[in-house]
């Protein structure tokens, strides 16, 4: 069989396309790939990720190499997963595909054990995180008055959360226990943070899920007894509380959190006694931050 030269095979990928408009992005998603991330409690876990890779592409290509951006992801498989080794991907990403942003992003379980609330048994919940990373090359002028292109990073963390909601209003209205029983619904809050990048401040994912269940105090258990049972029918009791009413904990606990330059929080019921679910997004306001459109 004769050795073909892969230099001598045509590229129609870098050939003009026949629209010359620029694409925003264009990338892969829903790659999975092994990943090691280090713990807050201490060691390493070995997990499985599902990655989403995009660039920009100039009007005057007419694509991109696909299997360039897993290339590029490659080498780092086997490294311990933090902003810094984010960042360096991207780099790569912006060098290889000649391009001016790059987007990652990794999503994925992380273990955390639970342990019930009065009869301490001990068992995992997975908690849906993700790590999202964004690098653009900007024309600026010096203080030599001369164009310059420099290179901006921004990195996200983002934790999705259960809890319980208790509805005020049933409870209001059955408070007798002899009118009715009030209802509950599974509920979530997702979080999505900027990391400040001139802070010296580690934030890990457990601070953000610790955050969230330290201001709603509805939370749920893996294993439950009856002693944990009743207490957390107690704990609802006596801490009932709308979508409105979770969401303004969290965002109040956010505004506090050190480390972190922008948040947003989107809050979801599923109600029990409605066909429709119950919802609240709540965003720090920053001048070109996060705003509704983040959870479309």
Not at 153 to 160: A, H, I, K
Not at 209 to 215: A, F, N, Q, Y
């Amino acid at each position: 069989m004769a050795y073909i030269n892969s230099n001598d095979l045509p590229d129609i990928q870098q050939s003009e396309p026949k629209i010359k408009m620029p694409i925003m992005e264009v990338g892969v998603e829903n790659v999975e790939v092994p990943f090691i991330l280090e713990s807050k409690y201490g060691g390493f876990h070995h997990m499985v990720a599902n990655v989403s890779m995009r660039t920009s592409l100039d009007s005057s290509i007419r694509g991109i190499s696909m299997s360039r951006l897993l290339l590029t992801l490659k080498p780092y498989l086997d490294l311990p997963l933090k902003s810094k080794l984010i960042r360096e991907i991207l780099s790569k990403l912006l060098e290889s595909i000649d391009t001016s942003t790059a987007f990652m992003k990794f999503e994925f379980r992380l273990p955390i054990v639970r342990k019930s609330i009065l009869s301490q048994n001990e068992f995992p919940i997975y908690y849906k995180c993700r790590f999202e990373g964004r690098a653009y090359k900007v024309r600026v002028i010096g203080l030599d008055h001369k164009e310059h292109i420099e290179t901006y990073y921004r990195f996200f963390e983002g934790v999705t959360v259960q809890y319980a909601s208790y509805c005020p209003c049933s409870a209001e209205l059955s408070c007798s226990g002899s009118e009715g029983y009030p209802h509950n619904q599974r509920s979530f809050a997702n979080v999505l943070v900027e990391v400040d990048s001139d802070t010296k401040y580690y934030l890990w994912l457990e601070d953000l899920i610790e955050l969230v269940e330290s201001r709603i105090k509805t939370l749920p258990y893996p294993v439950i007894k009856r002693i944990d049972e009743k207490e957390i029918g107690k704990i609802a009791k006596e801490n009932p509380l709308f979508v409105e009413d979770a969401i303004r904990e969290i965002s109040e606990g956010l505004e506090t959190l050190p480390g972190i330059s922008d948040w947003i929080v989107k809050c979801v019921h599923e109600e029990s006694i409605h066909t429709s679910e119950a919802i609240a997004i709540n965003y720090k306001g920053n001048h070109g931050g996060f705003d509704g459109r983040w959870f479309i």
